[in-house]
């Protein structure tokens, strides 16, 4: 049977058109789809009683089951891990910001980028995530806020497990596709994409006329340290990654933001801080912090406040942009990857 959810609309009115639905029936079962929770043929009450059983002969709405659920002691993180019906499970992260709901999702099963300091990439990457997989995270976080207290997700990172550009082709169609009206209308203004650099990908991504932001994992200003803690610079050298991302700026007219991951000894000196600021100087950009979420499989720490404090006011007293990422969820382990990992360990 064919799975329906994921579909666009274009693609949902074809597979229906052998039941005589006229389009705006489809755009109706679009809505129970991606809207109104509904999962199974049945109650969708403003279809005739024998569409819904036509329809429940030939097609499956197929969403991921919620595997297992940890909320933060301060009530505004929850990270899912999710399953999908072939058994492959990923994580999908819920922030309560001050701004709104946001919510982290991820766009491959794992990841085989091997960035030292991250827990996703650990057991590889199992396989990429369809347009409606990557979709799912998110009804299924809208649905759950909308019976909580008539909320819904507000904004997005896709900054969860997987490099979307080497995803490239169903990530476009998910954005697409959860920006639509009937889905969950998404401003791609609300939406920012993080890449580790896959430098064509990211010109191909300038021209797409999509005003989504762009951020950028950098996490080492030169060459050599870039190479040692992402395994892709090897491919993509740190230089290019700014070009392309600078390209973006222009191209989009929306600030790149680079994201620096402070670790206690390996990135955090004032060498480091220097580099940095001659990489930043002139560009539409500013630099997040993100004091590492100890790995303790990676045995990479932690710098001291004081330390955390210097480098960014380095930064800032050099011009360049700078914000130090607020802690969230530190608790329940929000950093990727280590929610499946230990699912995968099971
Ligand atoms: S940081 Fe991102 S790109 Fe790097 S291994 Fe983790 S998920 Fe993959």
Redesign the pocket.
């Known amino acids: 049977m064919i799975n329906i959810f994921g579909m666009p609309l274009a693609e949902l009115q074809a597979a229906l058109k052998p039941y005589n639905v006229p389009g705006f029936r489809a755009k109706q079962i679009a809505q129970w789809l991606y809207q109104k929770g509904v999962v199974d043929f049945g109650a969708m009450t403003n279809l005739s009683k024998d569409l819904r059983a036509q329809l429940a002969q030939a097609f499956v709405i197929a969403r991921p089951q919620v595997k297992a659920r940890l909320d933060s002691q301060d009530g505004k993180t929850t990270k899912f891990l999710l399953e999908y019906a072939d058994g492959t499970a990923i994580e999908t992260v819920l922030m309560r910001q001050p701004y709104g709901n946001s919510i982290c999702v991820s766009t491959q099963a794992g990841?085989n980028?091997?960035?030292a300091f991250?827990a996703?990439?650990l057991h590889g990457m199992a396989r990429d995530l369809t347009c409606g997989e990557i979709l799912a995270q998110a009804v299924v976080i809208n649905d759950m806020l909308r019976e909580e207290n008539g909320s819904k997700v507000d904004t997005m990172v896709i900054m969860g497990?997987?490099?979307p550009l080497m995803n490239y082709a169903e990530v476009l169609k998910f954005l697409r596709l959860i920006h639509e009206p009937y889905t969950l209308g998404m401003g791609y203004r609300n939406i920012t994409l993080s890449t580790?650099g896959i430098v064509p990908r990211m010109y191909q991504l300038a021209e797409e006329g999509l005003p989504i932001s762009l951020s950028v994992?950098l996490h080492a200003p030169n060459q050599e340290l870039r190479s040692e803690l992402?395994p892709i610079n090897r491919k993509y050298p740190i230089q290019d990654v700014v070009a392309a991302a600078r390209n973006y700026a222009d191209k989009t007219k929306r600030r790149v933001t680079y994201e620096y991951i402070l670790i206690d000894g390996v990135n955090d000196g004032e060498e480091q801080a220097k580099e940095l600021v001659a990489l930043m100087r002139g560009q539409l950009a500013s630099v997040n912090l993100i004091p590492i979420n100890p790995v303790v499989e990676r045995n990479l720490l932690r710098p001291s406040k004081a330390r955390i404090d210097w480098f960014e006011g380095y930064l800032a007293s050099h011009h360049v942009n700078v914000t130090v990422r607020r802690e969230m969820g530190t608790d329940i382990q929000a950093a990727?990857?280590q929610l499946r990992n230990k699912h995968l360990e099971k």
């Open positions: 990841c980028m091997g960035c991250c996703s990439t497990s997987g490099e580790s994992s992402m990727c990857g």
